[in-house]
């Protein structure tokens, strides 16, 4: 027996990861995509697809999905205006956690809420062709790792919502079950407060590196081998261990870089913080407002080059 197509209103489909769902779903015989995008330079994007958009109201009118592929300081207000208006059960479709560990949907208990989000691929995993080892967010030919969480609605609902997870994001290796404050925990939390600021503080100890007279591509070459073998050390993907200097003077860098409270970024109230921070585009009041990292004068050479 033919299971019944799904219809999908998917807002913000012109953007960035509206594309990529495009992209995964358009030529999906399970899914009947009903595309929303006000904005030109989306709309450009949607007619390179040989897609049409339509409007909002007539998109949620029978969707029995309604996918938000929206910015997170936008996502709240339009999900404000939309929910009231959707059928009993439809599934609202998240792929962050920022706006739904905010509060930012309107309680309505006839809908189901569904948040899922890509692990991205691993760099412990072994690829084989070039396309998948530049493929560094995955979901186009690198397989990856996705979480799920199951915010509201019946238990039933979970399956519905990682199939779908799983197409949007293939190739997918395995889907980890997770609470939307559990999500949170992962990213923002790990992956960005921690990983990205940790990450941007080894570019830009590259970079001052080479300006000190150390020439670039030593120091990358550099780099990039003492990030791996680390990496391997330190998450137990190796059976050799950090050398005692190693040890010795990671504990001198230790004491130097980071706070000895660092791990309060972890505590509900400064995870609440970050999601707030994230859907308002402000850091909280003590801090500076939110501004774009700046791009560094010397892009890093490529791989190979």
């Not at 412990?124 to 967010?137: A, G, L, N, V």
């Not at 949007?168 to 990205?196: F, K, N, S, W």
Request: glycine fraction near 8%.
């Amino acid at each position: 027996m033919t299971e019944p197509v799904t219809s999908i209103a998917l807002l913000g489909a012109g953007g960035k990861m509206g594309c990529r769902i495009l992209d995964h779903l358009q030529q999906n015989p399970a899914y009947a995509l009903r595309c929303v995008e006000p904005g030109a330079a989306g709309r450009e994007q949607l007619a390179a697809r040989g897609v049409a958009p339509v409007a909002r109201e007539t998109a949620l009118a029978t969707a029995d999905v309604v996918m938000l592929a929206l910015p997170d300081r936008v996502l709240g207000s339009v999900a404000r205006e939309i929910i009231p208006t959707l059928r009993p059960h439809t599934m609202v479709f998240m792929l962050d956690p920022a706006a739904a560990a905010a509060g930012e949907l309107p309680p309505n208990p006839d809908l189901t809420y569904f948040v899922s989000h890509p692990c991205h691929p691993s760099v412990f995993e072994h690829f084989s062709t070039r396309e998948e080892i530049d493929d560094f967010f995955g979901g186009t030919h690198a397989r990856q790792p996705i979480v799920c969480a199951l915010m509201q609605g019946p238990e039933s609902d979970y399956a519905r919502g990682e199939r779908l997870a799983r197409d949007i994001y293939a190739p997918v290796t395995r889907a980890h079950r997770v609470t939307v404050e559990q999500m949170a925990l992962l990213e923002p939390t790990m992956a960005e407060v921690c990983g990205i600021a940790l990450i941007m503080t080894l570019r830009e100890a590259l970079e001052e590196t080479v300006r000190r007279g150390v020439p670039r591509a030593a120091a990358e070459d550099f780099m990039y081998g003492h990030i791996k073998v680390p990496l391997g050390i330190a998450f137990g993907r190796v059976r050799f261990p950090f050398s005692d200097g190693a040890r010795l003077i990671a504990r001198y860098g230790q004491q130097r870089l980071l706070r000895p409270d660092w791990k309060s970024v972890f505590e509900p109230e400064r995870v609440r913080e970050q999601v707030q921070a994230i859907v308002t585009g402000q850091l909280p009041e003590e801090d500076a407002p939110l501004t774009p990292t700046p791009t560094p004068t010397s892009a890093p050479t490529p791989h190979g080059a």
